[in-house]
């Protein structure tokens, strides 16, 4: 999201803008993307030079999370530790204006580390006095996807045939990062805070199954998609992530999909003033838009 939410705040003239990761490889993407900003390697869950940005910086936008992982233990610290550094950053700082980046899951009947963790990131923001504002998204795709759809569409054409969870008939509302930046500089333009928080899903219900063969159409990729038994596809899962210490695709991430969440849809074009996109238009511009269609991160 932080790629994409570069590309769209300059394009609103926004300039001086600090990026902090601790990704080397996706941060030289980034340099490379945009030379004109600053990108700099920093791990928010420990004190560091990467502080100074704060003291003159006029609004911060929290995005860093763990969404996937074997074990809990980097969820607790990219979630949580890192969380409460930056908030220490931004108190010392007396920065005036904080967007931060929760999730749908915190409304999700789903029990995995992502979940919880996300559900005490959230409460630390709201008790910490800043003036913020906080954002929900639901699952989201666009530009620069390492993982969720992008690393699907990169699979399928890796593969002759696609396997699908059980019927796959799992309701999902995708939700294009594109359309959640603008919302993002909405808040950034109007200021609004007081611990306000909005559920921002995807204003088109659709399908696992139907997503995937819509990434299919728009990718044209020549693969079979083809539904599996559940516990076959779950035992798959559990098999991979025994020698793949960061597994694309987890058991829990199975379960939170087929949990059968449908969260709350609000007038945010009302209330932000951002057209959403066509779930289809939106599939289209984010595998084949000629700038950053094929522009992969590091996973």
Request: aromatic share 12%; net charge neutral; glycine share 8%.
């Amino acid at each position: 999201m932080g790629q994409n939410l570069v590309v769209r705040l300059k394009e609103q003239g926004f300039t001086q803008l600090v990026v902090l990761d601790k990704h080397r490889a996706n941060l030289d993407i980034l340099r490379r993307q945009h030379p004109d900003i600053t990108a700099e390697y920093a791990d928010l869950a420990e004190s560091g030079d990467w502080e100074r940005h704060f003291e003159y910086a006029r609004a911060v936008v929290m995005l860093q999370a763990q969404i996937g992982a074997p074990t809990s233990e980097p969820f607790v610290r990219n979630n949580i530790v890192a969380t409460k550094k930056i908030l220490d950053a931004i108190r010392r700082s007396g920065i005036g204006h904080t967007v931060h980046i929760s999730s749908s899951v915190v409304n999700s009947i789903a029990d995995d580390d992502y979940t919880r963790t996300k559900h005490e990131q959230e409460k630390i923001v709201l008790a910490s006095g800043i003036n913020c504002v906080v954002l929900r998204p639901t699952l989201m795709f666009g530009w620069f996807d390492r993982k969720h759809l992008g690393w699907l569409s990169r699979f399928m054409k890796k593969v002759p045939a696609f396997p699908i969870p059980g019927h796959g008939r799992y309701l999902r509302q995708p939700l294009y990062v594109g359309d959640f930046c603008n919302i993002i500089i909405r808040c950034l333009e109007t200021g609004i805070g007081d611990g306000k928080i909005f559920n921002i899903s995807g204003r088109e219900p659709v399908d696992y199954i139907d997503i995937i063969r819509t990434i299919k159409r728009s990718t044209q990729a020549r693969c079979l998609v083809m539904p599996i038994p559940y516990f076959l596809f779950y035992g798959l899962l559990k098999f991979w992530a025994l020698f793949d210490a960061n597994p694309p695709f987890t058991a829990d991430q199975l379960k939170a999909l087929t949990a059968g969440d449908e969260f709350e849809v609000i007038d945010w074009e009302g209330i932000f003033g951002v057209k959403a996109t066509v779930f289809a238009d939106a599939v289209n511009e984010t595998f084949n838009d000629p700038r950053y269609g094929d522009v992969a991160l590091e996973f």
